[in-house]
T-cell receptor
Framework: DAGVIQSPRHEVTEMGQEVTLRCKPISGHNSLFWYRQTMMRGLELLIYFNNNVPIDDSGMPEDRFSAKMPNASFSTLKIQPSEPRDSAVYFC?????????????FGPGTRLLVL | LAKTTQPISMDSYEGQEVNITCSHNNIATNDYITWYQQFPSQGPRFIIQGYKTKVTNEVASLFIPADRKSSTLSLPRVSLSDTAVYYCLVGDIRTGGFKTIFGAGTRLFVKA
């Protein structure tokens, strides 16, 4: 398996623009997680899905952030409008289930810079 | 949620054993302890997980005392490539939910 795939790997945009980050989880994994990592705040869990259903989005910082999982093999994280403080590395991870014993497999991340 | 506390950074030399201790005083009965490793410009990667006593795999060992209020990740004979950030997580199962709390991690720097 290719692992978790994220695109784009790098994104540079201007403040106010819409940004869409994409994730393809490992085939057969039922749970998907979106994280954000910055130097100041570390690695933060934004939202997670189980069987394509959002379970907890309490980590989403603002209404400008939204995430969808239309099917088992694809998820998006959208920021509209983007702001400079959204600059970070965004990771997608997947696991077989939400059981705490299940390992989360992380993608390579999308490095976002909002000017 | 069980919070974890780790040293911010550690230095070591190649070939030495490194022990990183994590405190989790509020660990709950159903919580497991998991360690991840993160290299620069990569996502975290699972290292080891345990519930109590000792767990060993090909990469590391995890020591958990009887009270489970702390755990120690042991890396035998580290090399330069073990330079990374190591995160200790305490899993929290809730009805209908799951939380993963990554703390600041421990930045391990292995010197030649």
């Amino acid at each position: 398996d290719a692992g978790v795939i994220q695109s784009p790997r790098h994104e540079v945009t201007e403040m106010g623009q819409e940004v869409t980050l994409r994730c393809k989880p490992i085939s057969g994994h039922n749970s998907l997680f979106w994280y954000r990592q910055t130097m100041m705040r570390g690695l933060e869990l934004l939202i997670y899905f189980n069987n394509n259903v959002p379970i907890d989005d309490s980590g989403m910082p603002e209404d400008r952030f939204s995430a969808k999982m239309p099917n088992a093999s694809f998820s998006t994280l959208k920021i509209q409008p983007s702001e400079p403080r959204d600059s970070a590395v965004y990771f997608c991870a997947s696991s077989l289930s939400l059981a705490v014993r299940e390992t989360q497999y992380f993608g390579p991340g999308t490095r976002l810079l909002v000017l | 949620l069980a919070k974890t506390t780790q040293p911010i950074s550690m230095d070591s030399y190649e070939g030495q054993e490194v022990n990183i201790t994590c405190s989790h005083n509020n660990i709950a009965t159903n919580d497991y302890i998991t360690w991840y490793q993160q290299f620069p410009s990569q996502g975290p990667r699972f290292i080891i997980q345990g519930y109590k006593t000792k767990v060993t795999n090909e990469v590391a060992s995890l020591f958990i005392p009887a009270d489970r209020k702390s755990s120690t990740l042991s890396l035998p004979r580290v090399s330069l490539s073990d330079t990374a950030v190591y995160y200790c997580l305490v899993g929290d199962i809730r009805t209908g939910g799951f939380k993963t709390i990554f703390g600041a991690g421990t930045r391990l720097f292995v010197k030649a």
